[in-house]
């Protein structure tokens, strides 16, 4: 079984940073790409960022471009989003996403639970 943990969301004041992170874990073979979405109220969940496994290559959402950094650790099947410069309008709840395989099964997508991110003074 595997399963995806975030962890450090909060509240922060705008203008102020976060450090989210995602750990996999279970009975993972290996991990190609993996993501950040966020969902705000009332509003469907978006790609916030995205990781490659093999060269590391990275992709952002316009809007988080500049202020966010994702990054990985493949040793540990971690992935960080390191949030600068926060908004009011990144407010949302953060999911992580991973394809992946295990012992078991071929690539297929997993999520996390969720993390809360609100941005307000």
Known sequence: QVQLVESGGGLVQ???SLRL?????GSIFSINAMNWYRQAPGKERELVAGITSGDGSTNYADSVKGRFT???DNAKNTVYLQMN???PED???YYCNAEL???STWYRGYWGKGTLVTVSS
């Open 14 to 16: 705008p203008g102020g």
């Open 21 to 25: 992170s995602c750990a996999a874990s």
């Open 70 to 72: 994702i990054s990985r």
């Open 85 to 87: 410069s926060l908004k």
């Open 91 to 93: 407010t949302a709840v």
């Open 101 to 103: 395989r295990t012992v």
